[in-house]
């Protein structure tokens, strides 16, 4: 992303913004080469308040600043480093957003629906990467939706959902080695995209003690 950085948009001054998804590093020789992957780490930092994004490098503590009629909700970097964001566009719908790195702007992709927020709570969403595929997972007490979603023909799939205690009011979401885990007060679930199958872990060790 070398691109980015050698823009004369580059300031100085860091500004106040909330971190939302890292970029991973490149330093794979067999990664699919493309333009902007010659930077080791890159950050995508959206403000909180506004539509103005940061794209930022950690170690040379530079960035700049660039405004896009988006307000994204979630983000995600792909193996082959491409950058998804779900964009609010209504109460019912977020639109999948993918970065054109030459370009530099958004290409809009399919929308998916989102669950409808309550009166005192509002879903939590993630976008993330699993063996080359992007998946939307959101919760909202008591309910937990997954879909699939296929470049080839920009649509999303509904994928299986979890067998739970119904204690969905903090979750935690990650992706990790192939598969997705969805962290509760109570339990773990783990995802198998291969299997399209999702299992309940065994209570681990670091669960906290009197």
């Given at each position: 992303?070398?691109t980015?950085l050698?823009?004369?948009?580059?300031?100085?001054?860091?500004?106040?913004?909330a971190v939302k998804?890292?970029?991973?590093?490149?330093?794979?020789?067999n990664?699919?080469?493309?333009?902007?992957?010659?930077?080791?780490?890159?950050a995508l930092?959206f403000?909180e308040r506004?539509?103005?994004?940061l794209?930022m490098?950690?170690?040379?503590g530079?960035?700049?600043?660039c405004?896009?009629?988006?307000?994204?909700?979630?983000?995600?970097?792909?193996s082959d480093?491409?950058?998804?964001?779900?964009?609010?566009?209504s109460?019912k719908?977020?639109?999948?957003?993918k970065?054109n790195?030459?370009k530099n702007?958004?290409?809009?992709k399919?929308?998916?629906?989102?669950?409808d927020?309550?009166?005192?709570?509002?879903?939590?969403d993630?976008?993330?990467e699993?063996?080359?595929?992007?998946?939307y997972?959101?919760?909202l007490?008591?309910?937990?939706v997954?879909?699939?979603?296929?470049?080839?023909?920009?649509?999303?799939h509904?994928c299986?959902?979890?067998?739970?205690?119904?204690?969905?009011?903090?979750t935690?979401a990650?992706?990790?080695?192939?598969?997705?885990?969805?962290?509760?007060?109570?339990?773990?679930h783990?995802?198998?995209p291969?299997e399209?199958h999702?299992c309940k872990?065994t209570?681990?060790d670091?669960?906290?003690?009197s």
């Amino acid at each position: 992303m070398m691109t980015i950085l050698d823009h004369p948009l580059v300031r100085e001054d860091p500004g106040k913004s909330a971190v939302k998804n890292v970029v991973k590093e490149t330093s794979n020789v067999n990664m699919k080469r493309r333009i902007g992957m010659d930077t080791m780490e890159m950050a995508l930092i959206f403000s909180e308040r506004t539509n103005e994004m940061l794209w930022m490098n950690p170690g040379e503590g530079k960035y700049i600043r660039c405004q896009y009629n988006i307000s994204p909700v979630a983000g995600t970097v792909t193996s082959d480093n491409d950058i998804y964001v779900l964009s609010e566009v209504s109460s019912k719908k977020h639109s999948l957003f993918k970065y054109n790195h030459v370009k530099n702007n958004w290409e809009r992709k399919q929308s998916v629906s989102r669950l409808d927020p309550s009166d005192d709570s509002t879903p939590t969403d993630y976008l993330m990467e699993v063996d080359g595929q992007l998946f939307y997972l959101t919760v909202l007490d008591p309910k937990v939706v997954l879909k699939k979603y296929n470049e080839h023909t920009n649509k999303w799939h509904s994928c299986p959902t979890p067998q739970h205690d119904g204690w969905l009011e903090w979750t935690v979401a990650v992706s990790c080695n192939q598969h997705i885990y969805l962290l509760t007060p109570a339990e773990i679930h783990c995802y198998d995209p291969r299997e399209n199958h999702w299992c309940k872990k065994t209570q681990s060790d670091y669960s906290e003690r009197s």
